[in-house]
């Protein structure tokens, strides 16, 4: 039997460019605690190294980016009502204080989940047979980080109509383009090298002015954010259906979707 990899690869250059891998892709990419914790890992090395100055984020594989959260993971939860422990919201760079500019490189399907991380990269490359959606209500759940991270990223009636939608439709890669949630549209395979080539013209910059336009730009929004964020937890507490129901829910959901 062949152990299992590591979930998270992260190759550096060079350059002063990193390269970031979410490698599960016979699980599509999903965040387990194990790959939480890697990502929070990888992050807080990358700050404390100076050679490396920009970073790109992708996923293995052709099928996805990331699938968000393993549906298979079990997180404990703290005994008191007042908390609750939520493993994606420390997956994204921002919530390790690196403010090394991160370009997100998608390839496949990116959802629910996956929003904490293109959430938190400074922009997005996507390659056409990028899709993007968010399965919560579909299966009884809030989606409330997940929405506000869309909300900052793209126009709010379309981060709506996303949200609201579940896994009846999904964004292509192209309307995705349009509305500004991608910045730059590859074929396929091709959003790694676009973004790398990005990155590369980044970290030739003096890595301080960067930096320093990278926290410039998050404190345009941060504000908002951290208002929203602290009222998440209490919506999906209110909102979010028994797992049982969930876990029904998803066994028994129509799989067919529209693309936009």
């Given at each position: 039997?062949?152990?299992?990899?590591?979930?998270?690869?992260?190759?550096?250059?060079?350059?002063?460019?990193?390269?970031?891998?979410?490698?599960?892709?016979?699980?599509?990419?999903?965040?387990?605690?194990?790959?939480?914790?890697?990502?929070?890992?990888?992050?807080?090395?990358?700050?404390?190294?100076?050679?490396?100055?920009?970073?790109?984020?992708?996923?293995?594989?052709?099928?996805?980016?990331?699938?968000?959260?393993?549906?298979s993971?079990?997180?404990?939860?703290?005994?008191?009502p007042?908390?609750?422990?939520d493993?994606?919201l420390?997956?994204?760079?921002?919530?390790?204080?690196?403010?090394?500019?991160?370009?997100?490189?998608?390839?496949?399907?990116?959802?629910?989940?996956?929003?904490?991380?293109?959430?938190?990269?400074?922009?997005?490359?996507?390659?056409?047979?990028?899709?993007?959606?968010?399965?919560?209500?579909?299966?009884?759940?809030?989606?409330?980080?997940?929405?506000?991270?869309?909300?900052?990223?793209?126009?709010?009636?379309?981060?709506?109509?996303?949200?609201?939608?579940?896994?009846?439709?999904?964004?292509?890669?192209?309307?995705?383009?349009?509305?500004?949630?991608?910045s730059?549209?590859?074929?396929?395979?091709?959003?790694?090298?676009?973004?790398?080539?990005?990155?590369?013209?980044?970290?030739?910059?003096?890595?301080?002015?960067?930096?320093?336009?990278?926290?410039?730009?998050?404190?345009?929004?941060?504000?908002?954010?951290?208002?929203?964020?602290?009222?998440?937890?209490?919506?999906?507490?209110?909102?979010?259906?028994?797992?049982?129901?969930?876990?029904?829910?998803?066994?028994?959901?129509?799989?067919?979707?529209?693309?936009?």
């Amino acid at each position: 039997m062949t152990a299992e990899g590591p979930p998270v690869r992260a190759e550096t250059g060079e350059d002063g460019v990193a390269l970031v891998t979410l490698d599960r892709p016979d699980r599509h990419n999903a965040i387990d605690l194990a790959t939480a914790a890697a990502l929070g890992s990888v992050w807080r090395r990358f700050r404390d190294d100076d050679g490396v100055r920009a970073i790109v984020l992708t996923g293995a594989g052709d099928r996805a980016f990331c699938s968000g959260i393993d549906r298979s993971v079990t997180v404990p939860q703290p005994g008191s009502p007042y908390s609750a422990d939520d493993p994606l919201l420390a997956v994204g760079p921002k919530a390790a204080d690196l403010w090394k500019p991160v370009i997100a490189a998608v390839g496949g399907l990116a959802c629910g989940g996956a929003f904490y991380l293109l959430g938190e990269a400074e922009f997005v490359v996507a390659a056409e047979n990028a899709t993007f959606f968010d399965p919560h209500t579909t299966y009884g759940m809030v989606s409330a980080y997940e929405s506000i991270h869309m909300a900052q990223r793209m126009p709010f009636g379309e981060a709506a109509r996303m949200a609201l939608m579940g896994t009846a439709e999904r964004l292509s890669a192209r309307r995705a383009y349009d509305i500004g949630l991608v910045s730059e549209l590859t074929t396929p395979g091709g959003a790694v090298p676009a973004a790398l080539r990005a990155a590369r013209v980044i970290a030739s910059c003096p890595t301080e002015a960067v930096q320093g336009t990278v926290r410039a730009l998050w404190a345009a929004k941060e504000a908002a954010r951290d208002r929203a964020f602290a009222l998440a937890p209490h919506l999906i507490s209110l909102g979010n259906l028994p797992p049982a129901h969930q876990e029904q829910l998803f066994t028994t959901r129509d799989r067919a979707y529209r693309l936009r």
